[in-house]
């Protein structure tokens, strides 16, 4: 599926391998030739497309997040011996549901089961788009973001709580005893 050597199993297969502590393949660590790219597509809203078709199969979506990389602004799949390029229409993953916090950390969950701790290592950036729009984006792993799904977001606004800095007044989330922006609140 991804060029002319791999099977769908054979991919798994590579994947269940190489597997690291947290079930996640070591692809920082990969760095085989690039193969081309593939008319493979993930949609803003985080569906998955193959030549045009969605893929519907959660677990196979799983296994591809696996392996996905991003090298400057572009992304790929990589296994220990073949890279090949896909299209990425905002960011990887839609960040779906907040889970209940560990410690002193609110915890998420993304569109295909990636469990993120609101931290230091995992911060929350939200801008504006050019029509006013709040887009709040959570790093992921690996140099991937996800982007909050509007209705967590919304929720997210209704548990936040103001707070001061640098004379200006924020809406923010804590977690890991720091404060994270939702926006400015005006004056």
């Not at 081309?36 to 809203?45: C, L, S, Y």
Request: glycine share 8%; aromatic share 10%.
């Amino acid at each position: 599926m991804l060029s002319g050597s791999f099977s769908p199993a054979q991919l798994a297969q590579h994947i269940d391998k190489n597997s690291g502590e947290k079930g996640l393949p070591p692809v920082e660590k990969w760095n085989p030739e690039f193969c081309g790219d593939i008319d493979m597509r993930i949609a803003k809203d985080g569906q998955w497309f193959y030549m045009g078709s969605p893929i519907g199969r959660a677990a196979l979506v799983r296994m591809f997040s696996t392996i996905l990389k991003r090298e400057d602004d572009r992304y790929f799949l990589v296994t220990p011996v073949e890279k090949v390029g896909i299209q990425v229409d905002d960011v990887p993953f839609v960040i779906t549901q907040q889970l209940e916090p560990v410690e002193s950390k609110l915890r998420f969950v993304t569109n295909v089961g990636d469990e993120v701790l609101l931290d230091k290592e995992h911060p929350l950036t939200v801008s504006v788009s050019d029509t006013g729009e709040p887009e709040p984006y959570l790093y992921v792993r690996a140099g991937l973001m996800g982007r909050l799904h509007r209705n967590l977001f919304y929720q997210l606004i209704e548990q936040a709580e103001p707070y001061e800095e640098d004379g200006k007044t924020f809406l923010g989330l804590k977690s890991d005893d720091c404060y994270w922006s939702l926006g400015e609140l005006p004056e």
